[in-house]
């Protein structure tokens, strides 16, 4: 496990630690012992005994990045509904997700986390609630995935419990009833969840949006996550089909809906929050809320923009997501920190009233919010803080070295700016407690060719015997299925 590994010095590179006061070395050396950070500052490292060196010359040294939201079994469907939006895209995606197993599941996590470490990330979450009957320990060949990949995991036991009868938009076969969730739950931290300092699985429990899940779900998962210690998750103001969805059934939006179940505070993180009012992001400012930005997915399904500026004035922990590979085909963390600076900087039109009290467009966000977001940011959202999302003597060595001597970066004189702006740099080193994942960008704890074997059988166990039709729109035959209102439940 962590310990594994033996001193670890990193000499001669530029260092972003991402701590409170923003401190920054143009040229110094961390020193990694026990798979923690033992010392780190600027100049040369001191001598260590037994210690492998690595030359940093030419390299930014940054905390490994955090990525806040991902459905990593979505990594074997990509590439499906491409011109859909979320309600028509998860309305074509949940017949093939029926069909999972836990080793498609397993090849699928695996897959996806091996990327995931290529692109810089050292702790992920996983949202996962697709629980289909009789397909296998799912969450824990996630588990079993991470711990082969050697990732940091906060993987959630997800959940749906209202199909399309009740009124919900999964079809019935794809949800599961509320004692089942709620004893998968307890079983989920009862087997993986590790409380203690260094942990390397966290479990969260993550009911999965409020237009798939019961109101006493919700309430209910709430109450048991917090009797156990664990923290929750789920899907928030994604979408204005979601808005227009919680107002026909519960009379309010979203965030109000959350807040009326005892939803909102600080061991809760969200993903999305692209629609919220200013009052609402002053709630989850206020409340110590978490969101997940996960900018790329929502450009790819045309959501919106969620307004990052006005969070992050406002309190709000925000952390970056690569949200699941089937709305986010690219599943790249380190491309998501320019993707959070563009998307902050292009809302600038006369309907972002979130933002404006804040700075827009051009600075709307910089580099280093980014770099923050990205790192101590999802840290805060994962409650691990005090332990990772930053460099600091005694957190863990969770690291990840970024070359920018070459081409795509050659030149550029601010290294915080090279990573942010540029092209996604090679990784020179990933550690994770101090055991190297990856190393000149290669994988170095499982052959990346068995992995995308693997990966090629996963995704063709799912695919429907005839081959998707060309991309949408949803031919008028055969529409979107209308979501019917449920009589208002009693709160
Ligand atoms: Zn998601």
New binding site residues.
């Given amino acids: 496990m962590t310990g594994a590994a033996g001193p670890l010095v990193i000499d001669g590179a530029a260092i972003a630690t991402v701590d409170a006061l923003g401190t920054e070395h143009p040229e110094g050396h961390a020193v990694v012992v026990d798979g923690r950070i033992a010392s780190l500052g600027p100049g040369p490292a001191p001598p260590v005994d037994g210690a492998r060196t690595v030359d940093g010359t030419g390299c930014l040294l940054t905390p490994g990045l955090v990525n806040t ?1 991902h ?1 990593l079994y979505q990594w074997a469907t990509r590439g499906y509904a491409l011109d859909s939006t979320l309600f028509e895209w998860l309305t074509e995606l949940y017949p093939i997700w029926a069909r999972v197993t836990q080793d498609v599941v397993g090849q699928a996590a695996a897959a996806g986390l091996a990327w995931l470490a290529r692109s810089g990330c050292t702790t992920t979450t996983d ?1 996962h609630y697709l629980f289909p009957r009789g397909a296998g320990d799912l969450l824990g060949s996630t588990v079993d995935a991470a711990g082969r990949i050697g990732l940091r995991f906060h993987p959630t036991r997800g959940s749906m419990d209202l199909g399309r009868s009740q009124g919900g938009l999964p079809p019935d076969s794809v949800v599961e009833g509320l004692d089942e969730i709620l004893a998968a739950s307890q079983d989920a931290v009862q087997r993986f969840h590790d409380p203690a300092p260094g942990a390397m699985v966290r479990v969260a429990l993550a009911p999965c949006s409020p237009f798939s899940v019961s109101t006493e779900l919700l309430r209910q998962s709430a109450a048991l996550a917090r009797t156990l210690g664990v923290r929750l998750h789920t ?1 928030l103001a994604e979408t204005l089909d979601e808005e227009e969805y919680c107002r026909d059934k519960h009379g309010c939006t979203p965030v109000e809906y959350l807040d009326k179940l005892g939803w909102l505070g600080d061991d809760v993180w969200l ?1 999305h929050a692209v629609h919220l009012a200013q009052a609402e992001i002053g709630r989850l400012g206020a409340t110590g809320t978490g969101v997940a930005h996960c900018p790329s ?1 929502n450009a790819r399904l045309g959501a919106g923009t969620a307004p990052a500026r006005a969070m992050l004035d406002a309190g709000v922990p925000v952390g970056l997501g690569v ?2 590979a089937a709305s986010q085909e690219a599943g790249r963390l380190v491309d998501e920190l320019r993707q959070a600076l563009y998307s902050a900087r292009s809302r600038v039109d006369g309907r972002d009233s979130a933002s404006a009290s804040g700075p827009a467009g051009s600075k709307a966000l910089s580099a280093r919010e980014a770099l923050a977001m990205a790192t101590i940011g999802g840290a805060c959202c994962l409650g691990r803080d005090d332990e990772i999302g930053s460099l600091e003597p005694g957190k863990l060595a969770d690291l990840a070295l970024w070359r920018l001597d070459g081409l795509g970066h050659a030149g550029i004189a601010d290294p915080v700016a090279a990573l942010v702006f540029g092209s996604a740099p090679p990784l020179e080193l990933l550690t994770v407690g101090g055991r190297v994942i990856v190393e000149r960008d290669e994988l170095r704890t499982a052959d990346e060719a068995a992995l995308t074997a693997d990966l090629r059988r996963a995704s063709k166990a799912v695919r429907p015997h005839s081959p998707p039709p060309p991309t949408s729109p949803v031919p008028p035959t055969s529409p979107v299925p209308q979501i019917t209102p449920v009589p208002q439940i009693k709160e």
């Fill in positions: 939201h459905h949202h899907h993903a997915s949200d699941g």
